[in-house]
């Protein structure tokens, strides 16, 4: 049976007929989360929806998600179908969420032919060969963390939360032997204490397992655990999503890249013209699956956008540029 109900976060219930609001960014990606009445298990200690916080459980990173009737969900995806690149589903830890996630894969899969995403807590290998079999075309274990240090305290026993640095890096090589390489995810939330360099060699190591990195940048919520630390200092997200996109697209290498004392990156180790390449491109855009854009999921549409859920305009292309410190005349 299908569950009962669905979240969609604001920016997809308007997409779908369902909610009426300004869009300063249409999302080309449906982002449904799976409905509970109770918290998530979990206890990472950046997220809304976690056991042990008092946020407003509507809320996931700053956007508003609520809730609709899965019929009238589907009927929505139905409708605006060919506006969509992708679904994508974010999966809250609870008991059964497993055949709520397969429900909606098949409830997507049956009213529309856009590829299913899932963001879900480790699965092991029948878990995952269930949901390919349902349709889903793609699984992102997020790690969050870049060090098993930081996992510890933001996800894992530190953060009285259930998680395992060693059973997420084992489901990641199980959905990469399941779903193969290139379509398998993980999160990397900048802005938890690692440093830069952390944060590559991470990108670099998950690359080279066959999984890629979708980069997002800490935002404190009121009501989590993290609350008051600040978001990361823009210039420093900037240089790992260069790093990310040059790393993703087999451009550069970590082996590669020099680091100063504090682990800031000082060389991509890559001919320039191909860093600014990157910058004139995609890099600064939104990353994770294809069609993914995300808008404002972890800043004000007054900006500053750590992720751009569009291309750049020239001012703003310059703009980077000019904090970059790179030339693109
Ligand atoms: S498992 Fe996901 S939804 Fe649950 S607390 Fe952690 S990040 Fe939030």
Redesign the pocket.
């Known amino acids: 049976m299908s569950p009962r109900r669905v979240r969609v976060s604001i920016g997809t219930a308007a997409v779908l007929g369902l909610a009426e609001c300004r869009l300063d960014a249409r999302p080309t990606t449906a982002y449904l989360m799976t409905y509970t009445d109770s918290d ?5 200690a ?6 042990e916080n008092s946020s407003n459980k509507t809320l ?1 990173s700053r956007v508003f998600w609520p809730d609709f009737p899965t019929e009238e969900v589907f009927k929505g995806l139905r409708w605006a179908t060919g506006s969509l690149e992708r679904v994508c589903i ?4 609870y008991p059964g969420f497993l055949d709520d996630v397969v429900h909606l894969v098949k409830g997507v899969k049956e009213d529309t032919n856009l590829p299913v995403s899932l ?1 879900a ?1 480790p699965l092991g290998i029948r878990e995952m060969e269930m949901l390919k079999g349902a349709g889903l075309e793609r699984i992102s274990v ?1 790690l ?1 963390a870049a060090t098993p240090e930081i996992f510890e305290r933001v ?1 894992g026993r530190l953060a009285d ?1 259930p ?1 395992r640095w060693e059973k997420h890096i084992e489901a990641l090589k199980t959905a990469v032997e399941v779903f193969d390489s290139g379509r398998v995810m993980s999160n990397l939330i900048v802005g938890l204490g690692e440093t830069e360099r952390e944060a590559v060699n991470l990108i670099q190591w998950l690359r080279d397992m066959g999984v890629q990195t979708a980069l997002f940048a800490f935002t404190p919520v009121p009501g989590t655990a993290l609350a008051d630390l600040s978001p990361p200092h823009l210039e420093a997200y900037r240089r790992v999503q260069l790093v990310r996109h040059l790393i993703t697209k087999g451009l550069a290498h970590f082996k590669d890249m020099e680091f100063d004392g504090a682990g800031r990156l000082k060389s991509f180790g890559v001919d320039p013209g191909i860093v600014k390449s990157g910058l004139v491109g995609e890099a600064l855009r939104t990353s994770g699956c294809p069609g993914c854009n995300r808008p404002y999921y972890n800043e004000r549409p007054s900006g500053p956008l750590y992720n751009y859920p569009r291309m750049l305009t020239s001012e703003e292309l310059h703009k980077e540029a000019m904090l970059m410190g790179i030339d693109v005349e």
């Open positions: 998530c298990a979990a206890n990472c950046f997220c809304p929806q976690a056991r996931l974010q999966a809250i830890n963001d807590p997020p969050d996800k939360g998680y």
